[in-house]
């Protein structure tokens, strides 16, 4: 068994909030050694119920690793890296039984949390499930859906407003474990030398190191030709690569997505969320927002509506969250 120091940490979400990016940037820092294989569910896979039965889930049945021996596998590859890590960002909105699972695992580890807004957040959601072809309601039908979709077992991804509460989900963190940095996306794209350099003083790694430029990866947008996607949806395609090509030889994942991103990009197009989905959406996020700046000492007040809640101090904001045994 891979045994895991003071060194191990863990990106644990949220979902669609530049997670892929920071793993690839991070994998190219010399002192850190990423888990070549993004979302590995391994933490997860210990209690969700499979298989997961939203349209397209089977994939992540297929690819999770589900035994600490293919877990310590995939890190096989370690060359005496300062920091050693890895990224399934189910395990934010999973937190309450994520939390025992990773403390049960590997102790104390250190936790990266990225945000985003999540009015943005859950349409891009919308956009990669669409991307994939397994969204197949319109964005405003799909929200309308989303507690049957949690009742039936589908995989989280399709949970577009529930992922997005944050508060609960990174209170927990930061009351759990003692080194959590929480990051927010818009700071990669206005700053993100610093943004990166904050990381890497949190991991303990040089924070000297020069970026790289990391193409944008895990692209969304809805296919032009269905046939051309049709090749590259998960169940066909990336099961098989994560066996044959992450798992077997640990090639990075950010470098398969490149590959097949060049070919998206040229399939895909965008399409703008109605505005006023975006203002129902906006004034359904604001408590849990503002909360969540409050608990942060973070001014988050361009995610929120002018009407929005505000909270006045700690003790009105607190709420209580179950963390299970």
């Not at 889930?57 to 890895?86: C, H, P, Q, S």
């Not at 009351?175 to 990166?196: G, N, T």
Request: hydrophobic content about 40%; some cysteine.
């Amino acid at each position: 068994m891979t045994k895991f120091s003071d060194n191990k940490f863990f990106i644990v979400g949220a979902a669609k909030s530049g997670t892929t990016a920071i793993t690839a940037q991070l994998g190219r820092h010399p002192e850190v050694f990423i888990c070549p294989m993004k979302e590995t569910k391994f933490i997860s896979s210990q209690f969700l119920e499979y298989p997961l039965r939203g349209p397209g889930d089977e994939w992540v049945d297929t690819i999770a690793i589900t035994t600490r021996g293919e877990y310590d596998d995939l890190f096989r590859n370690m060359r005496g890296e300062k920091a050693i890590g890895e990224a399934s960002v189910e395990n934010l909105y999973f937190y309450e039984r994520a939390i025992p699972e990773i403390k049960k695992q590997f102790g104390d580890p250190r936790i990266v949390i990225a945000l985003r807004n999540p009015v943005e957040r859950a349409f891009s959601a919308y956009m990669h499930l669409r991307r994939d072809m397994r969204e197949t309601l319109s964005f405003e039908d799909a929200l309308e859906e989303e507690e049957c979709r949690i009742q039936n077992n589908w995989d989280h991804i399709w949970f577009y407003k529930s992922s997005g509460l944050y508060y609960q989900q990174v209170r927990a963190y930061l009351e759990s474990f003692s080194r959590v940095k929480v990051m927010i996306l818009d700071d990669i794209k206005s700053q993100a030398s610093h943004f990166f350099r904050d990381l890497f003083q949190f991991l303990d790694v040089s924070p000297e190191h020069p970026l790289e430029h990391v193409q944008t990866t895990n692209i969304s947008g809805v296919p032009k030709s269905d046939r051309i996607q049709l090749l590259f949806r998960p169940g066909r395609f990336y099961a098989k690569l994560y066996r044959t090509v992450v798992r077997r030889f640990g090639w990075p994942e950010d470098k398969i997505l490149r590959f097949v991103e060049s070919l998206w990009k040229f399939n895909l197009k965008r399409i703008s969320m109605r505005p006023e989905t975006r203002t129902r959406l906006t004034r359904y996020f604001a408590e849990d927002v503002a909360r969540l700046g409050l608990l942060l000492d973070r001014d988050l007040s361009h995610w929120l509506p002018a009407e929005s809640t505000r909270f006045s101090s700690r003790q009105e904001m607190a709420l209580p969250y179950r963390v299970a045994s």
